[in-house]
C-alpha cells in the first residue's frame, strides 16, 4: 500500500509523533527551574559556548552561523530573575560567512578572545581567530585547514606519507584553550589532533596521539572536544564519544599524553570544559554538569557529583562567574525573540 505524504492518516501520524515531543519540550520549559538562570534574548537559535568575561561583566557567546555575541549582566540590585538580558553583537566577520563560530576562551593577560572557527557541514575549512576585547579588533586570522593552508616548508615538514598533505584531511576545529605563554590550542573533534597556535596567531605544530583515537569507529564521530589549560603547565582534553580524558604535559618536548583515570562514573558525552579550581573540572554535556576531581596533579581523577539542567536545551559548554558554575544550551527557544538560559549547575552527588 502506497504511503502518501498527504493522506489524513499520515498526516494525523505525523501530528501525534511530533506532539509528543514538543509536549516534552513545553513541559520542560513550563517547569520552574530549581538554580538561578540568566536568560537572554538571542538573534539566533544555536549558541555553541559561553565564557564569562569577569572584568567586563559580561558574558561572550559564539553563534553557530558565525559572530560572537556580548550579554552584560547588571548585578543584583537592579536585575530581578525575571528580567531578560539582551545579547548584543560585537563580532560578525563578512569574509567567514558560512562558516560557524564554537569554542572560545577569554585571553586575559592580552586582552583578547581567541575563537575556534570551522565550516561544520564541509569539514574543509577551519582557523583560529583573536579578537581584541576592548574595540572587537580582529589580531590575526590563523587557517588551520582550507586551499593553500601551509608555506612549503610547512607543507613538507608535515606532510603524512598515508594521507599526502595534512592540508586536505577533513577536520573540525571544535575548542580552544590558551597557555600562559598565550599559545593556543585548537581541537579537532573529527580527526582527532590538536593544533598548536603561537601567541602572534603562527602556525607551530600538531599534537597527534594513538591515544586520541577511539577503537570503535563510532566512538570517532565526535572526538577531541573540551579543552582546558591547567595552571600547573598542561592542558586536559576529552574525547566526547568515548568519554577519555587526557592530560597533556606542555613542558616536556613532546607533549606527552596520558589517559587520565576516572573512577566513579563515565564521562562520555562530555562536550564544553571549565576548572572550578586546580583540582575541580566541570564536564558540560549529558548529562548537564559533571563535577570531576583530583588530588594528584590529574593522573587519576573521580566523578563526584552531578547536575541536571534542562536537557532538551543540550548543554555545550560550562563557564564560572564569581565562583559559580553556569552552563551554556546551544538551543534558543521561541519566535521570533529566541531565548536562550545560562542555567547555575549545582552539583549534588
Ligand atoms: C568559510 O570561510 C572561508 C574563508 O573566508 C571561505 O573560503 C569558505 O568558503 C567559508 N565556508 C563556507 C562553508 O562558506
Redesign the pocket.
Known amino acids: 500500500m502506497a504511503f502518501s505524504i498527504c493522506s489524513t492518516k499520515t498526516i494525523l501520524f505525523l501530528f501525534l509523533i511530533s506532539a509528543v515531543p514538543i509536549a516534552f519540550i513545553i513541559s520542560m520549559e513550563l517547569a520552574k527551574p530549581l538554580t538561578h538562570v540568566y536568560h537572554y534574548h538571542s538573534s539566533g537559535f544555536f549558541r555553541e559556548c559561553a565564557k564569562w568575561d569577569d572584568l567586563n561583566r559580561r558574558f561572550l557567546v559564539s553563534f553557530m552561523d558565525g559572530g560572537i555575541g556580548e550579554i552584560a549582566v547588571e548585578d543584583q540590585s537592579s536585575s530581578s530573575e525575571e528580567t531578560i538580558l539582551k545579547e548584543v553583537t560585537v563580532v560578525k566577520d563578512a569574509?567567514?560567512?558560512?562558516?560557524s563560530s564554537l569554542g572560545i576562551v577569554v585571553d586575559r593577560p592580552r586582552n583578547r578572545l581567541l575563537v575556534a572557527i570551522s565550516?561544520i557541514?564541509?569539514n574543509?575549512?577551519n582557523a583560529l581567530a583573536a579578537y581584541d576585547l576592548s574595540t572587537w579588533d580582529r589580531l590575526f586570522l590563523t587557517k588551520l585547514t582550507?586551499p593553500d593552508n601551509f608555506t612549503p616548508l610547512a607543507r613538507a615538514c608535515h606532510r603524512d606519507p598515508r594521507k599526502g598533505s595534512l592540508n586536505n584531511e577533513k577536520s573540525f576545529a571544535d575548542d580552544v584553550a590558551v597557555d600562559a605563554e598565550g599559545n593556543a590550542y585548537v581541537t579537532d573533534a573529527k580527526a582527532n589532533k590538536i593544533w598548536k597556535v603561537g601567541t602572534d596567531g603562527k602556525f607551530l605544530s600538531f599534537i597527534r596521539n594513538p591515544l586520541f583515537i577511539a577503537k570503535e569507529w563510532y566512538k570517532n564521530l565526535v572526538g577531541l572536544n573540551g579543552i582546558v589549560y591547567h595552571p600547573d603547565g598542561f592542558l586536559i582534553v576529552i574525547h566526547t564519544f568515548s568519554g577519555n580524558l587526557y592530560k597533556i604535559d606542555l613542558a616536556k618536548e613532546d607533549h606527552e599524553v596520558k589517559l587520565i583515570k576516572v573512577h566513579g562514573g563515565s564521562l562520555a558525552f562530555g562536550d564544553g570544559l571549565e576548572l572550578l579550581s586546580p583540582t575541580k573540572l566541570v564536564v558540560a554535556g549529558n548529562p548537564s554538569g559533571r563535577l570531576v576531581e583530583s588530588s594528584d596533579g590529574w593522573e587519576t581523577a573521580s566523578v563526584v557529583a552531578k547536575f541536571k539542567g534542562p536537557a532538551h536545551r543540550l548543554a555545550t559548554a560550562a563557564t564560572v562567574k564569581d565562583g559559580r558554575v553556569y552552563i551554556n544550551h546551544l538551543l534558543g527557544m521561541g519566535y521570533p525573540k529566541k531565548k536562550h538560559a545560562l542555567v547555575e549547575a549545582v552539583f549534588s552527588t
Do not use: I, Q
Not at 569574509?95 to 562558516?99: F, Q
Open positions: 569574509d567567514l560567512t558560512g562558516n565550516d557541514m564541509g574543509k575549512y582550507g
